[in-house]
């Protein structure tokens, strides 16, 4: 019998996205896994934050040697798009991004990883929690 070992079942350590702290949460949230091709960039689009709510994410990607960054896109026009983490290069060394936003308006959140120096395809997992604000 073959099992499949999912991301969200790895320690951070051990390139996964599993966390002591994620117990206190309950189960493990699962993942979503993506392929970047090489001389590719891929942006996932979390749309539908509402105003307040905090967004936490975990993403990691085997291979690493690549560009990642985070932004937030308000839904109002004339508002400007927030850089949540500049674009910065991964090291190999590096264990699973993790980090959060709380948003004064609504819009969405923008993961990218950029894989365009490389002619390698890397495979990536990520998965996120949104808690919207309990002020009204």
Known sequence: MIRFI???DIPVQYGGL??????NNGPP??????????GE??????????????ITWDIVVGGWDLEYSAEF???AEGSYTIAVEKPRKISPSEEAIHNSFTSREAGKMVL????TVSRRKKVAAYRYI???????
């Open 130 to 136: 949104v808690r919207k604000s309990t002020h009204v």
């Open 112 to 115: 990218s990883v950029d894989n």
């Open 41 to 54: 960039k891929v942006n996932i689009q979390i749309e539908g934050i509402e105003a307040g709510a905090t």
């Open 6 to 8: 999912r991301p969200e």
């Open 73 to 75: 896109v308000p839904n």
């Open 29 to 38: 949230k699962p993942a979503s896994e993506f392929t970047v091709k090489g």
């Open 18 to 23: 599993s966390r002591p702290s994620d117990l």
